[in-house]
């Protein structure tokens, strides 16, 4: 269920939770319409590993940033490799770091992850002015990386997890995310709480008894119980609740759209 602080209006280029506004910070998940990217990587994409050129996406992200009234120069990204390492920083890095989570220690440098299905998760604390954008798929997730992060604000910035704001963006839903063993497996084993965001469905033929069954997981139900795990207040944490394979008047995704699928991006930051 999408979160009443989300709303979706035509012409806008991001879903944006309003409510961190009061305290100078921005959270937002941006849309696939509104940008120079030709089809199928049509419009507002973020990366050129699909093929689409650097100018459509500096094009992009000059065109979010305006929308947003940011300085594109000021958005940090990261070389995401579906693995749990985080990097803090206090300014925009010369070169890209190897990373799926990037902590802004700072006001003034707005940190961002790109998504086409997996679960993009922005962290604000408003006393602090610490910020944090962490890529959460299902391999990240094992490797507890939202923990990970929390944890890390925790330490070196004296974060108080009751003062922590999460947004979880749009990702795919467990509507249409099926998975088998290669997820199943190591879920099981590591996040033994996960087995609860995994539904399970039987089929049968027509000509058949035999069942067949299915296993679709809620990535987002799963970080979410793992941020309340973690002492962040359940009214903290607004989802956009929308799924990415289901919208594709809205979303790329890669599961939906295969190798072709262009991305989102995900900012998060205070603005002073």
């Not at 790109?114 to 998760?121: E, F, M, Q, Y």
């Not at 299915?214 to 359940?234: A, K, M, Q, T, Y």
Request: glycine content about 6%; proline content about 5%; aromatic content about 6%.
């Amino acid at each position: 269920m999408r979160d009443k602080e989300f709303k979706i209006f035509n012409d806008h280029l991001a879903m944006v939770l309003h409510k961190v506004e009061s305290f100078s910070a921005i959270a937002a998940f941006s849309l696939r319409n509104g940008g120079q990217s030709p089809p199928p990587l049509d419009s507002l994409n973020f990366s050129t590993s699909k093929g689409d050129s650097l100018e459509n996406v500096r094009s992009n992200f000059e065109h979010l940033a305006a929308y947003l009234n940011i300085d594109s120069s000021r958005i940090a990204t990261c070389n995401q490799v579906h693995g749990d390492t985080v990097e803090v920083i206090s300014s925009v890095p010369n070169s890209l770091l190897r990373a799926d989570a990037l902590v802004a220690a700072v006001p003034g440098i707005f940190p961002a992850i790109k998504t086409a299905d997996c679960l993009p998760i922005l962290l604000m604390d408003p006393v602090r002015k610490v910020s944090a954008a962490v890529h959460a798929g299902w391999r990240g997730s094992v490797l507890r990386i939202t923990r990970k992060v929390v944890q890390l604000m925790v330490k070196c910035f004296g974060t108080e997890t009751s003062d922590l704001i999460a947004a979880l963006g749009p990702a795919i839903g467990p509507c249409c995310y099926e998975v088998d063993d290669t997820v199943l497996i190591p879920l099981r084993h590591d996040l033994p709480s996960s087995e609860r965001f995994v539904t399970v469905n039987f089929s049968s033929t027509s000509d058949s008894i035999d069942s067949k069954k299915s296993h679709w997981l809620d990535i987002v139900g799963l970080n979410r119980f793992e941020l309340i795990s973690l002492g962040i207040p359940e009214g903290n944490i607004y989802s956009t609740g929308l799924c990415t394979s289901c919208r594709p008047d809205l979303f790329f995704s890669h599961r939906r759209d295969g190798i072709l699928s262009g991305r989102h991006i995900a900012i998060t930051g205070f603005r002073d």
